[in-house]
T-cell receptor, first 112, second 118 residues
């Protein structure tokens, strides 16, 4: 079956630190992979996505590479800002895109 | 592009009343819309999937008579919480999947609706 596993949070970093949030998945077929970000009291915003193996999604300094051999899609950013504080969800689409499977979310706190 | 709106953004109602939440795709047509529920500090729980012009498909454990979903057009889906009770208080989020090839594999989320039942 399909599932997504994310590292548990919260993750607390100082401003300008390097960020990695781990995400691994199990899937049948060839899913697309996503990272969404949720700011307090808001819905989810698409951060980046990758649709096939070795694709790299990137946006706003964040990036993640679709690694089929390790079934991973780790989120990275070279230098985090206080404004990056939010909850990050890894997700995959399955069943002909009619169903999304979400990880449990990882809360990121960035301190000045 | 790919903006999804929800209305209202928050609502407070008395126990036993019904509440309707609207989800609209503003700049694209959505073949499929999804309704999720999110509890504090938790991930999203898919409640149902709706396709325009057909009945919604509910996830196991979700009461279809309590959470009525209507997907009347390619840009509008509504969720009605009937006879709401305090345990229905939650954050409800909708998402939409587009028609075009560039948007078919992605869900675009609304900002959510905070429901509080007194």
């Amino acid at each position: 079956g399909n599932s997504v596993t994310q590292m548990e949070g919260p993750v607390t970093l100082s401003e300008e630190a390097f960020l990695t949030i781990n995400c691994t998945y199990t899937a049948t077929g060839y899913p697309s992979l996503f990272w969404y970000v949720q700011y307090p009291g808001e819905g989810l915003q698409l951060l980046l996505k990758a649709t096939k193996a070795d694709d790299k999604g990137s946006n706003k300094g964040f990036e993640a590479t679709y690694r089929k051999e390790t079934t991973s899609f780790h989120l990275e950013k070279g230098s985090v800002q206080v404004s990056d504080s939010a909850v990050y969800f890894c997700a995959l689409s399955g069943d002909n895109f009619n169903k999304f499977y979400f990880g449990s979310g990882t809360k990121l706190n960035v301190k000045p | 592009g790919a903006v999804v709106s929800q209305h209202p953004s928050w609502v407070i109602c008395k126990s036993g009343t019904s509440v309707k939440i609207e989800c609209r795709s503003l700049d694209f047509q959505a073949t499929t819309m999804f309704w999720y529920r999110q509890f504090p500090k938790q991930s999203l729980m898919l409640m149902a999937t709706s396709n325009e012009g057909s009945k919604a498909t509910y996830e196991q454990g979700v009461e279809k008579d309590k959470f009525l979903i209507n997907h009347a057009s390619l840009t509008l889906s509504t969720l009605t919480v009937t006879s709401a009770h305090p345990e229905d208080s939650s954050f409800y989020i909708c998402s939409a999947r587009g028609l075009s090839s560039g948007r078919r594999d992605t869900q675009y989320f609304g900002p959510g609706t905070r429901l509080t039942v007194l």
